[in-house]
């Protein structure tokens, strides 16, 4: 009999290929969507789409199956601009909130959490899985929310849930239409202002796929694992890009007080357009203060390949841009 896996944010980045390793391995798979959302590109996968509201555990609870094998929360609001904050709250805390109920209700064997690094906040010095998180207070409300969403599944771990946290870096792969894909449009379009002087760990989204697939195995009930990747400057980052896309890059870094003027900026323009602006307060102090970390545990329980090659990673997602039509034609 097969395996019944239930998975939110399905038609996202990572959430699709979650489904299709689950597929591959011949799960039974139900995905939540919004009622107003279109239900096609998840049946398409393989899924069987179920219409939800996720903030609403009765709505949950009702889309779920009894008894599945594993739960997926793998949807999340990852904006970062203060004028979404009450319905990132709604999404990320209330949302993560009723679908713990609704695993408990339905019995579900193992609920698998996707969080974030931004879940401990910003830190100055390396963190591990150990490491207490500043993030309660934090006025970057993506940190906070990230940070409270854990606290909901470890009231749920008290309540009898069997589940595991995992905590990405930065994610790059094919399937990329709004993360890292939106500096590959810039430069591809000659486009792209400058690059922060910062850096990040940057990890193959299949990677991470396969490590949540992993924990449902090898995970220990109510542990973090961080999934780190390589580590990598923003400017190399945007340099592997453009040679990939035979385009020009930025040589240097922009100076942390230009980006800071620029992010109190945009938003004052985005009053006009209604959409979330290219720089915020929020997006500049998480590029300029990165959070070191040490993914050795998810490396050794959960088998997670942190050693992917940031070209590796770049030069699959923008083949897949091309054969998606999201770049220009060279």
């Given amino acids: 009999m097969a395996k019944t896996a239930f998975v939110t944010g399905g038609t ?26 279109d239900p096609a590109p998840l049946a398409a996968m393989g899924a069987t789409p179920v219409a939800g509201v996720m903030h609403d ?24 601009w203060k004028r979404m904050n009450r319905e990132q709250t709604r999404d990320n805390v209330e949302g993560t909130r009723a679908l713990v109920s609704a695993a408990l209700a339905r019995q579900a064997s193992r609920f698998i959490h996707t ?23 934090d006025w970057i409300n993506y940190n906070r929310t990230k940070y409270l969403a854990e606290q909901e599944v470890r009231a749920g771990i008290k309540r009898g849930l069997d589940a595991v946290i995992l905590n990405p870096c930065g994610i790059i792969g094919p399937g990329d239409r709004h993360n890292w894909a939106q500096m590959i449009m810039l430069i591809d379009q000659g486009k792209l202002p400058g690059v922060p002087p910062g850096s990040g760990n940057f990890c193959h989204v299949m990677e991470v796929a396969k490590a949540h697939l992993s924990a449902l195995e090898n995970g220990r009930t109510g542990a973090n694992y961080i999934l780190a990747g390589v580590e990598a400057r923003f400017l190399e980052l945007a340099r592997t890009i453009g040679f990939l896309l035979g385009r020009k890059a930025p040589r240097r870094a922009i100076p942390k007080p230009v980006l800071l003027a620029a992010g109190r900026i945009y938003p004052l323009l985005a009053l ?17 203060n990165r959070v070191a ?38």
Avoid: Y
């Fill in 272 to 288: 006009f357009s209604g959409k979330e602006p290219d720089l915020t307060p929020e997006k500049v102090a998480l590029v300029t």
């Fill in 57 to 80: 555990a009765d709505s949950v609870t009702a889309a779920m199956p009894e008894h599945p094998d594993a739960v997926f929360h793998v949807a999340g609001n990852t904006s970062m």
């Fill in 12 to 37: 996202g980045f990572l959430g699709g290929h979650i489904i299709r390793l689950l597929r591959e391995d011949r799960w039974e798979v139900v995905a939540l969507h919004r009622p107003s959302s």
């Fill in 115 to 137: 969080s974030s690094i931004s879940a401990w906040g910003i830190q100055k010095d390396p963190i591990n899985e150990e490491t207490p998180s500043n993030a309660a207070n």
């Fill in 293 to 330: 970390a040490d993914g050795t545990r998810a490396v050794a329980e959960l088998g997670f390949n942190a050693a992917v090659p940031l070209q590796q990673m770049l030069s699959e997602c923008i083949d897949w841009m091309r054969q998606e039509g999201m770049l220009s034609d060279k």
